[in-house]
């Protein structure tokens, strides 16, 4: 069989242009566009992980700014809850001292009025006795209140101790005014008379006497001379039974015997009242 040479060359370059032709209007255009493609993957692929690298660290922001917030509420919590702790401890100690002091207040004000119901209480005894013992002494002996409590303060005068009856002299002597006398009641000239001859007995001089009217002696007379004084009144006898009530009452409410209060030297002037 003879080979054509000339159809095997044109059929060779026919193929070498062909592929020529399919190098230059095919494979070039599709092995570009194949690269583009590769390339716009790539930088998408590229894109995708940018973005999921934002996302992480978005993520790992929120949660380190989520634990912080967790840390700065329990902390607050805590705050909060050690502040309204030392509120209340510090409203409980106000309350507490606002109630002591309420009550100590409650207790002064009722120690006050206790007071000032035992001084009206005492006046009105004071008032009451005045009246009595005036009738009394009246209606059994036809003697006036006035007279008997002369008669007790002369007494009084003389049956002074030594010691006493000097400082009292003393006292006299050495005042620049004369001896105040407070009575409870308008003394009469009599009974003044017989008060003065009295002292200028008892002290070997003439003693200067101003007699003067007090409301507030019930029933009461007082001599004094430069800080020393000589005095009776119903108010020591109320005195005295004061002290007695509240040695028998604390008799009472302790267990053991209490010692009973010292009585004072009014105790006595009963006896010189009735004599």
């Known amino acids: 069989m003879l080979i054509d040479w000339f159809t095997v060359g044109a059929q060779l370059l026919n193929f070498l242009i062909l592929v020529w032709l399919l190098q230059r209007f095919l494979f070039k255009p599709v092995r570009s566009a194949i690269d583009a493609r590769e390339k716009r993957i790539a930088g998408e692929l590229a894109e995708a992980a940018s973005k999921l690298s934002e996302a992480q660290r978005v993520h790992d922001e929120f949660d380190r700014k989520n634990e912080?917030?967790?840390?700065?509420?329990?902390?607050?919590?805590?705050?909060?809850?050690?502040q309204c702790a030392e509120e209340r401890d510090a409203l409980l100690k106000r309350a507490r001292q606002d109630a002591d002091e309420l009550r100590a207040e409650s207790a002064s004000a009722i120690a006050a009025d206790r007071t000032l119901l035992g001084r009206q209480i005492t006046t009105l005894a004071q008032h009451e006795v005045f009246a009595i013992a005036r009738k009394a002494l009246a209606d059994l002996a036809g003697t006036d209140l006035?007279?008997?409590?002369?008669?007790?303060?002369?007494?009084?005068?003389?049956?002074?101790?030594?010691?006493?009856?000097?400082l009292l002299g003393a006292a006299l002597q050495a005042s620049a005014e004369p001896a105040l006398l407070r009575?409870?009641?308008?003394?009469?000239?009599?009974?003044?008379?017989?008060?003065?001859?009295?002292?200028?007995?008892?002290?070997?001089?003439?003693v200067r006497v101003r007699f003067v009217t007090a409301a507030d002696a019930v029933c009461g007379i007082?001599?004094?001379?430069?800080?020393?004084?000589l005095a009776w009144s119903i108010g020591d006898y109320l005195e005295t039974l004061q002290h007695e009530l509240d040695a028998l009452l604390a008799t009472a409410a302790a267990p053991a015997p209490a010692p009973a209060a010292p009585a004072t030297q009014a105790a006595a002037a009963p006896v010189a009242l009735a004599s």
């Open 222 to 229: 007082e001599l004094t001379a430069d800080g020393q004084k």
């Open 183 to 206: 009575s409870g009641f308008e003394l009469p000239a009599a009974e003044r008379a017989t008060i003065q001859n009295a002292l200028n007995e008892a002290f070997a001089a003439s």
């Open 68 to 82: 912080a917030f967790d840390a700065e509420r329990g902390a607050l919590a805590a705050k909060t809850a050690s």
């Open 146 to 166: 006035e007279e008997r409590v002369a008669d007790v303060l002369i007494r009084r005068l003389r049956l002074m101790d030594a010691k006493a009856k000097a």
